[in-house]
């Protein structure tokens, strides 16, 4: 997979917890069972550490997974593990919202917590 | 009842826990009492543990009630046992959402959690 | 086809135009092309004329598609020709609005109007 | 049937045409065929020529079906031609709107206008 | 009654047609027979001859309802009689929502247009 | 009063905790100060121990509310005692949503939980 | 502030914690700074403890703000204190939903519980 | 462009004039100033003449538009002259309603009608 | 007023009609009266004749508003016939959906059709 | 930055802990990146100490950010210091809700408590 670089900025505020939430409703790649596309809205809110995710290149890092061929299951895990290698936050909850398949719509959601 | 088989693949993650929910509009069987057909919404969510449900295989499960006669109170019930069997889970949460019947609409709803 | 009959009882306000209209949220059929089932809401509202549709006769005339196999575009044809030959109304429209298949929703309309 | 009396007040604005509406959430009577009661939500609107219906009268007379044995597509006869009689109107539009029975929901529409 | 004035200023596009709508929500006056307060959201639309209605007047016309005694069907008369007579619209349309009274909802809806 | 009976099933899987859930939209009794009828819809959701609520029985014990004279606060408490009697549940929890009287919509709920 | 009395009724099942929850959608009274009228939905939800408020004194309560000079803040605190001192409720919780001002939609609660 | 085919299959009731109607909500192509994709619901209707437009062929159509490069106005007007040419229509109408770039949302609508 | 140039680009299909639609969520200006900011979603749409509107350059001219003064009512006027100079449309209508002042919320409607 | 001042007046109920909530959808700041205008709907609600925040102050201070040039993640934490300067309340709980940028929607929580 190549996926696009999370870039990040200075939080100003360090030590004040604060709740930073986007929705992304323009998630799409391909199965790699069929080979057709499919369609999520990925959730993803945070308590940023030391530093906060740029906004910019969080547009273009969902967008490089246009031709990625991928499960629902791992996409969740595969982007919260590199949203937490690029801004160490405090907590990161993350929920992939796709469209109905096989007439069964399916709701993934992941989480995690620095530990002290 | 000769109900459709579930099937799994390996959750490649196995140490986080993740909720995956799947929302089923379609269930129909046959109301022991009536025989006149019965409808329902299923949600189910669950923790995997070491193996994730095959969507394909969960929609012909759930196609296989077609032509059975069952109470609401025990579809919830059969389906949760089912599915824990399949895939050995850390948790479900199950919900059977009914049409209206009697002038009365029913939601029966049940859960399971894996022992330590 | 082996559908279920249609019956009728005579219309006390012969003259007087007036709407009645059913919404069915059970309507399920088999796909010809897939044999998996297919479910629908059918809405279906008509002006009387010396007669009108006997609402349990209606009913079971809609679940005995249960194990037809037919196109969406046909099953609304169909039920309305078996409308107009049942109770000889002065107008119907008749519109099937069927689950997602393929990531595509479709829904189907047809009228009748009584020549003078 | 023995229903409450509509009565009426002088219209004070006659040849100014203004439209009426209510909706009236509380009507309950019995089923002839089952004796179960029925339930619906009446919405009635009119156009006034020289006399208003008054608001007590009208509640009084939809609670005076209660326990009034009749038909859905009845009902909404009887009562157009009670509030037709009862205050002379230019046109009135009339809706009832039925709970589900037999898993079907029923709405029924009449109107009237005064000929010239 | 003793009401507040309705202010004008001029329009500045004479002979291009526009709609404006107004949505008033604080509607309160006095029932005549129970001495009970009313309320009710007034909607009105107008199209603007050579004036158009001050905003603020507006609000306090509305306002000097508060303490007056007056029946559902004649308030919207005479708030568009006002209306007319204030900036002479080319069109006006009316529409009094107002809260349920014995367990009925009522709308009262009225219109005016300048003749050629 | 003269209420009907609620019929019971056995629950066959007795020890594992479901919650049941109803939605009675066509509750109707008589009030006692101005004996008028007065509308609601109830919420009863509950744990079966050892047997569940048969579902036509408790229709029926709805419908025999019709001609029965009560307060709001005091029907919730009844049909709560009636339920436990009937079916000795493990916990239950009631909501009665009734229909806006002297300008205040009113809400009752009520719970139970069997003691160990 | 000449406010209307509360009435009560005994509660019949003491012992029994219930929640009555009241929206009262038609609460005005005059701002101190502009002597414009404010607006606003209250709910009320109590425990009743011996005695439960009777509903038209309470509609007359809520009337009685009508001429009110009272700031949003303390018309929450000064209905809690007079319904606590009314009934004497084991819990309280009251919201007052009040109309934009100033672009700025305001929404003010407060609760009580009864000491042991 | 390299755009998939449409598949047809013969109309059953030719004459007898019906809508069927399509919500597609998967579309994807690429912004020709941007490079970056874009996304849109397509929803089409259409009246058929002798030959209905197959549901998969439709499906794998749209998604060929995957790698196109193209404007907003013109998307619609091309699928529309495919549409045309693939199944002959008696009526279409067709709406791209596409997400919100540069702070601004987009639909763009077009119809055809076959001249007699 | 020093507004921001409405630019265009040829439309393609010059002859085959299409409605284009803009939602613009983000107008505001300064009210003449109280110097206070006014906030209004914008809504567009027209038929081209043989230019379209650039959609970057309508975001700019929208925000060119910003520290501008004027009237609701001028506004749509004024947008009105910038649009109509910048692309000679066939037909345009437009809303103006103002926030809520002094207790009223106002929307302003406006529309051209090009002489034949 | 040179933001408008917070005024306070005395709460009368010093002791009984109550939340107010305040809805403020007419919040504009300039993005520092773009120098395009940034648009959000403030929701702030705080248990006051000794002292309320006088409404009209407030929506100065919220005007008064239209020409400042700031990060969505920077204002809700100034907005939450200068409210905390002001007032010294118990505890505040503050939300930014975004308008849509680069295809992300952005929302940001914070909260602060008065340490005892």
């Known amino acids: ?7 990040t900025f200075a939080y100003e505020f360090v030590g004040r917890e604060i709740w930073i939430e986007f929705e992304m409703p323009e998630f799409t790649a391909i199965c ?3 080979d ?8 993803l809110k945070y308590v940023p550490n030391e530093r906060c ?3 910019k290149s969080l547009k273009l890092y969902i967008n490089s997974f246009r031709d990625v ?3 629902h299951e791992h996409v969740i895990n595969i ?4 949203f937490v290698k690029a801004c160490d936050p405090l907590r990161v909850e993350i929920e992939g919202d796709f ?3 096989g007439n069964i719509k ?3 959601r992941a989480s995690y917590s620095k530990s002290a």
Do not use: Q
């Not at 057709?36 to 959730?43: C, E, T």
């Not at 982007?79 to 590199?82: A, G, N, T």
């Open 1 to 7: 997979m190549n996926l696009g670089a999370l870039d």
């Open 32 to 34: 790699p069972f069929s």
């Open 36 to 43: 057709f596309p499919d369609f999520a809205v990925i959730r």
């Open 53 to 55: 995710i740029e906004l």
């Open 69 to 71: 061929k991928i499960f």
């Open 79 to 82: 982007i919260l593990e590199d």
């Open 99 to 101: 469209h109905v398949r």
């Open 106 to 108: 399916t709701v993934v």
